[in-house]
């Protein structure tokens, strides 16, 4: 196919007149002038560059790379900084690499990227357009996660220092509190895994776990990310029990032994303080009836108050086990002094249970009591200073008799000849002081001569019971008599009681026998 003569003779014009040879890149639009050029418009000059230079014209469209950048770039020509018709080895660039803005362009060198030769970027026979904007393009092999982060490493990294990560870790589903803000990233991401790692603290600091697992996963329910040994768990709001006294300052596996959620703990005190009951269940388990969380040792029970028996005097200082001996619940104690000190009774019972008749709790021996005038043998006269022992000579106090001549028997003059009734002549202000009148308190009227003798005289033996002797004068004076029972027993028919050998008559008057003193 050949051109029209009026056609080629244009060309070999425009070939005649060109101002010289294009750049290589344009040669094979060397004789296709209006490839480039448009008669008389200049307007369109650059509308014909971009029909060539697609990606250009994107740039200057969407304003950005260099070409869409820099200033006035829609009055700007192509041809004032690119130049043709220079030779085929001409540089129609004009690029100087170190008077280059790469503020112009959409990568803006900054931190480390500052000082980076072109080459570090650019690579020969490459356009400049083409050179990689995204970090992994040039850092794929600088990444130590392998690309499991991704590749948007400006997420995390900064151009100023490879090392200087500034990834916002509290804007994902962990945000890093406490200590974890201070932990390496390898610390949680062993092997560089990111993804689908667990979010419980058992799943790092399993190892760290001093309860061995008992006390279950939920770690955040007693620990915190400040600082693994301090406890945030509150007992006393947590829990049903609160703690209070010594309960505060023991240490959790104290009472959790077992497992947290598998073994539930009872909240009496027994249950945790069996092994430690003295007592060996005897006081039942409710030892909070007594005792106190501040000290094992302390009880706040009070016998005044809580029970029917105050304590006094010994009784304040003796142990609980020294009366409550059986089980607590279900031996009773009996609170008479007996039910408790029978085992300590001298008596042997002889005087009786009621022992605080005579004694007091402040001690067993101290300042008796015991008013002797409440017996059947009230102490009177000399009795009242005579010591207990006189007549008690053992700690049995029980007497079965309270004659006289049960303690004087030694000291009876008569030799029981007056009988054992000492009281019908003694009184107990004086041995020797006696009240007893024979006309008044006997049957037998003492008078004449019968009232100067003594009591032997008649009394002359032992009785045992009431004295029993005859009144007729013959009983006494058989012997005396010089008729020899002639006249009969009943002297006083002519005798008289002042004197024997005195005669009284039938009433005639009186006479002496001859021969009479």
């Not at 003779?9 to 060397?30: N, Q, R, W």
């Not at 995390?156 to 490879?162: D, E, G, L, Q, Y």
């Not at 023991?250 to 945790?272: E, I, N, S």
Request: proline share 3%; net charge positive.
């Amino acid at each position: 196919m050949y051109a029209s003569p009026p056609m080629a003779a244009a060309s070999d014009l425009e070939t005649l007149i060109m101002p010289g040879p294009v750049v290589s890149g344009h040669a094979k639009y060397e004789t296709a002038c209006s490839k480039c050029h448009e008669p008389f418009s200049k307007r369109t000059q650059n509308t014909l560059c971009y029909d060539c230079h697609k990606d250009v014209a994107a740039d200057v469209r969407e304003k950005r790379r260099f070409h869409g950048r820099i200033n006035n770039i829609a009055n700007t020509a192509c041809k004032a900084c690119h130049t043709d018709h220079k030779g085929r080895d001409a540089d129609i660039v004009h690029l100087d690499t170190d008077t280059f803005d790469h503020n112009h362009t959409d990568f803006a060198l900054e931190g480390a990227h500052h000082g980076l030769a072109c080459a570090s970027c650019h690579k020969k026979a490459a356009k400049h357009r083409d050179a990689p904007s995204a970090c992994n393009d040039c850092h794929r092999q600088d990444d130590p996660h392998k690309e499991r982060l991704g590749k948007a490493c400006e997420k995390c990294h900064s151009v100023k220092a490879w090392k200087t990560s500034r990834f916002d870790h509290d804007k994902t589903k962990f945000p890093l509190k406490g200590k974890h803000k201070e932990a390496t990233c390898n610390s949680c991401h062993p092997n560089e895994n990111y993804k689908n790692l667990a979010m419980e603290c058992v799943a790092c600091h399993r190892i760290n776990d001093i309860h061995a697992g008992r006390y279950g996963d939920k770690c955040a329910n007693c620990h915190n990310e400040d600082k693994w040994k301090t406890i945030r768990f509150d007992h006393d709001k947590n829990t049903r029990y609160k703690l209070s006294g010594t309960h505060i300052t023991v240490r959790c596996d104290a009472c959790h032994t077992g497992k947290l959620y598998g073994v539930k703990l009872g909240t009496a005190c027994y249950d945790c303080h069996k092994h430690d009951d003295k007592h060996a269940g005897r006081y039942g388990s409710k030892c909070e009836t007594c005792h106190t969380t501040r000290d094992w040792a302390h009880t706040s029970f009070s016998h005044d108050k809580d029970t029917k028996f105050p304590l006094r005097g010994a009784h304040r200082d003796a142990a609980c086990q020294d009366c409550h001996r059986g089980d607590l619940d279900k031996d009773k104690v009996r609170n008479t002094c007996y039910a408790c000190h029978q085992a300590d009774d001298v008596h042997k019972g002889k005087e009786g249970r009621q022992c605080e008749r005579c004694h007091n709790e402040r001690k067993w021996g101290a300042k008796v009591v015991f008013d002797h005038d409440m017996t059947r043998f009230p102490l009177l006269g000399l009795h009242a200073a005579v010591p207990c022992e006189e007549c008690h000579l053992n700690t049995n106090y029980k007497v079965d008799t309270f004659t006289c001549d049960s303690c004087h028997k030694k000291d009876d003059v008569h030799k029981l000849t007056l009988g054992k009734k000492c009281t019908a002549c003694h009184n107990p202000n004086g041995w020797r002081v006696w009240t007893f009148n024979h006309n008044k308190d006997t049957e037998y009227k003492l008078d004449g001569a019968h009232a100067k003798i003594h009591c032997n005289r008649c009394h002359r033996d032992p009785v045992s019971d009431s004295i029993k002797l005859p009144k007729t004068c013959g009983a006494c004076h058989n012997s005396d008599d010089p008729h020899n029972g002639g006249f009969g027993q009943q002297c006083e028919r002519c005798h008289i009681t002042e004197s024997f050998k005195e005669i009284r008559f039938t009433g005639r008057g009186s006479f002496t026998p001859s021969g009479a003193p």
